[in-house]
């Protein structure tokens, strides 16, 4: 089993910048490919980002495009997402994903609980 929990999120102000964290266990880190989901208030859980078991491809909605940057670091077991330029917008609870395979699956395996990120205008 996979155990996945977030850290990072926060109360901040429009235009701050965030990082967010997801620790992984239970499996070889190297063997899982992550993502990260959010969920904003009112509506369905969307992909923001996802990468590839070696970190080497990325993918990124065009909402966030530029603003946001998926990393991990397979020695440490962790996922990253860099958050720049927030906007109220991005108001969400954001969830760390992982899936066994080559990329995350439309809905994937694992899930975090979600940290929540709150953005003020």
């Known amino acids: 089993q996979v155990s996945l929990v977030e850290s990072g999120g926060g109360l901040v102000q429009a235009g701050d910048s965030l990082r967010l964290s997801c620790a992984a266990s239970?499996?070889?880190?190297?063997?899982?490919?992550m993502g990260w989901f959010r969920q904003a208030p009112g509506k369905e859980r969307r992909l923001v980002a996802r990468?590839?078991?070696?970190?080497?491809?990325?993918y990124y909605v065009d909402a966030v495009k530029g603003r946001f940057t998926i990393s991990r670091d397979n020695a440490k077991s962790t996922l990253y997402l860099q958050i720049n330029g927030l906007q109220p917008e991005d108001t969400a609870v954001y969830y760390c994903?992982?899936?066994?395979?080559?990329?995350?699956?439309?809905?994937?395996?694992?899930w975090g609980q979600g940290t929540q990120v709150t953005v003020s205008s």
């Open positions: 990468i590839n078991r070696s970190g080497d491809m990325t």
């Open positions: 994903v992982a899936d066994i395979g080559a990329i995350i699956a439309t809905y994937p395996a694992y």
């Open positions: 239970g499996r070889t880190f190297s063997t899982l490919a």
